[in-house]
């Protein structure tokens, strides 16, 4: 069977679109989600997601969609790369893109405790420049995934209300 991206997209989005619950409390799973995804936290991501929505008492599952859909194969290493840059920026000089690169190749070809292993292996430096970036990166992204799907969520629901509302 071959991959097919406009299905794995049509597939995301019809489980986005069919999420149910408070418009508010959808767009902060969202918000988290991003952040999440945006953040180098690939072998503790979806652990991460459930800790922080259940924390707060919102939508696990749409946190869960969203941090997959953001951090995917095809945007891990960019993601990676900006999370460094940034990363490097303000704290410059602790951490070199070749190290980057081995990880990166690690994590991709191995188990989930050998990639536990790989990181807890980095150095404190490269964990505190990769995380950074994460913050720098995904804060912004998540405030501004808030307020755009806080406005879908809410025109789904009144979408939603309109058709219950004709269907009695």
Known sequence: MRFNPLRTIRYFSLKFIRLRGNPKSLAMSTAIGVFIGVAPIIPVQTMAAIGITLLLRVNTITAIIVATV?????????????????????????????????VLHILG?????????????????????????????????????YFISLLFFRRLAEKRRKKHLLNK
Do not use: E
């Open 70 to 102: 953001v951090s995917n194969p095809l945007t891990l290493v960019p993601q990676y790369y900006l999370c460094w840059k940034a990363g490097n920026m303000l704290l410059p000089g602790r951490l070199s893109w070749h190290r980057i690169v081995d």
């Open 109 to 145: 070809n191995s188990g989930f405790m050998d990639k536990i292993r790989v990181v807890s292996q980095l150095s404190t430096d490269a964990i505190i420049v990769m995380l950074t970036g994460g913050v720098i990166l995904g804060l912004p992204l998540a405030i501004l995934s």
